[in-house]
């Protein structure tokens, strides 16, 4: 299994950027695809963006897409969510999520390890 901490949360306004961060450690990180969900106050968590284990693949959310970028550096056990042109609905604890297999699956019950989240506040 692989242990997930994810760091980088915090408020920001309408319009600005952060980038959230989640690092692993125990068995190999590159064998792992990774995730990045989220979950808003009264809301399923859901996907929002997935990539593959070199990093070749990408995957979003309609509601993220040309906004944020998933990367990951197999080299550091970490995978980055570069978020731009926030909006207050991307509000939500944002979770890393890590899973063994072959594809990207967009629910979350398909994932086998999740981080502790944290949490993005966007303010209008």
């Known amino acids: 299994q692989v242990q997930l901490v994810e760091s980088g949360g915090g408020s920001v306004q309408a319009g600005g950027s952060l980038r959230v961060s989640c690092g692993a450690s125990?068995?190999?990180?590159?064998?792992?695809?990774m995730g990045w969900f989220r979950q808003g106050p009264g809301k399923e968590r859901e996907f929002v963006a997935g990539i593959s284990r070199s990093g070749d693949r990408t995957y979003y959310a309609d509601s993220v897409k040309g906004r944020f970028t998933i990367s990951r550096d197999n080299a550091k056990n970490t995978v980055y969510l570069q978020m731009n042109s926030l909006k207050p609905e991307d509000t939500a604890v944002y979770y890393c999520?890590?899973?063994?297999?072959?594809?990207?699956?967009?629910?979350?019950?398909?994932?086998?390890?999740w981080g502790q989240g944290t949490q993005v506040t966007v303010s209008s």
């Open positions: 125990g068995r190999s990180f590159s064998s792992y695809l």
């Open positions: 999520a890590a899973r063994s297999g072959t594809y990207v699956y967009r629910t979350h019950g398909d994932w086998g390890q």
